[in-house]
């Protein structure tokens, strides 16, 4: 069964940083690209970041780029987000999502992180 | 960016009724739509990938159709469990991006 089990979000303060993690279990997790959305409260969802199987190809939503970073460790098989120069806009619910083969969309989510930066 | 714009923001319907949803997007996507179903506190569903194709598990009552730029998603038989808000996705080019979604609710 394919899990996907996000971590380490919380409450940070504006211009702060925070590391959120998804563990995942059930697949081989090298072989897919997988990818974070976020939710901001009673909003609707935005991509923000996904990366490839190998760690060798990223992309970022532009209302994240050069502040957010994607990697994973294909060892812990776990995907990382690193969120640095928080603002109150990037308050969302984090999910941590699998890429379907054949495409860019998700067939698999996490339950989700709640990262809350106070405006 | 290409935009995803979706029809209606919110529907009522019955029990049994038929149901469509319409997205639309800013250019060409070809067939590279994603379609899901989210419900309030959980996680988005996969429901239809590559504008037509019904995900493993997903009731056949839901069907997708279009290409380029016009796209729907048609409920056949509204169920109980099918009042969900619902989503598209463009995953034709970086920036991904999501419609506004369509709530469906119970008239």
């Known amino acids: 069964e394919v899990q996907l089990l996000e971590s380490g979000g919380g409450l940070v303060q504006p211009g702060g940083s925070l590391r959120l993690s998804c563990a995942a279990s059930?697949?081989?997790?090298?072989?897919?690209?997988m990818s974070w959305v976020r939710q901001a409260p009673g909003k609707g969802l935005e991509w923000v970041s996904g990366?490839?199987?190998?760690?060798?190809?990223?992309n970022y939503a532009d209302s994240v780029k050069g502040r957010f970073i994607i990697s994973r460790d294909n060892s812990k098989n776990t995907l990382y987000l690193q969120m640095n120069s928080l603002r109150a806009e990037d308050t969302a619910v984090y999910y941590c999502a699998r890429v379907k083969g054949g495409g860019d969309c998700t067939d698999y989510w996490g339950q989700g992180a709640l990262v809350t930066v106070p405006s | 960016d290409i935009q995803m714009t979706q029809s209606p923001s919110t529907l009522s319907a019955s029990v049994g009724d038929r149901v469509i949803i319409t997205c639309r997007a800013s250019q060409s996507i070809s067939s590279w739509l994603a379609w899901y179903q989210q419900k309030p506190g959980k996680a988005p569903k996969l429901l239809i990938y590559?504008?037509?194709s019904l995900e493993s598990g997903v009731p056949s009552r839901f069907s997708g159709s279009g290409s380029g730029t016009e796209f729907t998603l048609t409920i056949s038989s509204l169920q109980p469990d099918d009042f969900a808000t619902y989503y598209c996705?463009?995953?034709?080019?970086?920036?991904?991006?999501f419609g506004g979604g369509t709530k469906v609710e119970i008239k």
């Open positions: 996705q463009q995953y034709n080019s970086y920036p991904l991006t």
């Open positions: 990366i490839g199987g190998s760690g060798g190809s990223t």
């Open positions: 590559k504008a037509s």
């Open positions: 059930g697949f081989t997790f090298s072989n897919y690209a």
